[in-house]
């Protein structure tokens, strides 16, 4: 019944930005951590970031950190990923995943997933 959908993604220029949105439903929104990850081609999938459900604390990953900012609005159930100073080396499809309570860079103990949106980054 847990339902995560992604949207956003597409084509951008480096330098370029990006908000990706995830909505969510089945699932009482707020008592979750919502992540960030990605995967590129020829790599395994990786942490992006994370918001906490209760106290809405964030955490990136150092290769995103101060270009990316994840943002949640609980009336809305939904996650947003802000992207500034895109980077060919962002491209990657990029999902949202759902964990109870508290965040965790390790993709194995999120709950649920979206079906991921495509970025490209190129000129």
């Known amino acids: 019944q847990v339902q995560l959908v992604e949207s956003g993604g597409g084509l951008v220029q480096p330098g370029g930005s990006l908000r990706l949105s995830c909505l969510a439903s089945?699932?009482?929104?707020?008592?979750?951590?919502m992540g960030w990850f990605r995967q590129a081609p020829g790599k395994e999938r990786e942490f992006v970031g994370a918001?906490?459900?209760?106290?809405?604390?964030?955490y990136y990953a150092d290769s995103v950190q101060g270009r990316f900012t994840i943002s949640r609005d609980n009336a809305k159930n939904t996650v947003y990923l802000q992207m500034n100073s895109l980077k060919p080396d962002d491209t990657a499809v990029y999902y949202c995943?759902?964990?109870?309570?508290?965040?965790?860079?390790?993709?194995?103990?999120?709950?649920?997933w979206g079906q991921g949106t495509q970025v490209t980054v190129s000129s």
């Open positions: 089945g699932l009482t929104f707020r008592t979750y951590a």
């Open positions: 918001i906490n459900g209760y106290d809405g604390s964030t």
């Open positions: 995943a759902a964990k109870k309570t508290s965040w965790s860079p390790n993709k194995q103990l999120y709950n649920y």
